[in-house]
Nanobody, 125 residues
């Protein structure tokens, strides 16, 4: 199983980026996919989730209204659109797949079995 995160970069505050998570070795139709991020010196935190069953989406309070998660089953890829970026969004962003997610616990890292390598997003002010 591989989850390949990409799309990070340097962007000015207020700008946008689209992150991609390309999966191989598993189908995103069978696994809920989450995005997490880890800023320097901080714990890894959940950002967003897209459920495989009905496509329901979830967001942390810090990104709600600014980030949008989506997926393309044909490409086996999940996307995270980041809009109105702020300096506090600077972090390494990871995608992860869960084999047995308890949805109400989607923010917990322990719920995920497979992790990508991360892509760095840097927001300059």
């Amino acid at each position: 199983v591989q989850l390949q995160a990409s799309g990070g970069g340097v962007v000015q505050a207020g700008g946008s980026l689209r992150l991609s998570c390309a999966a191989s070795g598993l189908s995103i139709e069978d696994y809920p996919i989450g995005w997490f991020r880890q800023a320097p010196g901080k714990e890894r935190e959940g950002v967003s989730l897209i459920d495989n069953i009905d496509g329901s989406t979830y967001y942390s309070n810090s990104v709600k209204g600014r980030f949008t998660i989506s997926k393309d089953n044909a490409k086996n890829t999940v996307y995270l659109q980041l809009n109105n970026l702020k300096s506090e969004d600077t972090a390494v962003y990871y995608c992860a797949a869960s084999g047995s997610l308890v949805v109400r616990q989607w923010l917990l890292r322990e719920q995920y079995d497979y992790w990508g390598q991360g892509t760095l997003v840097t927001v300059s002010s």
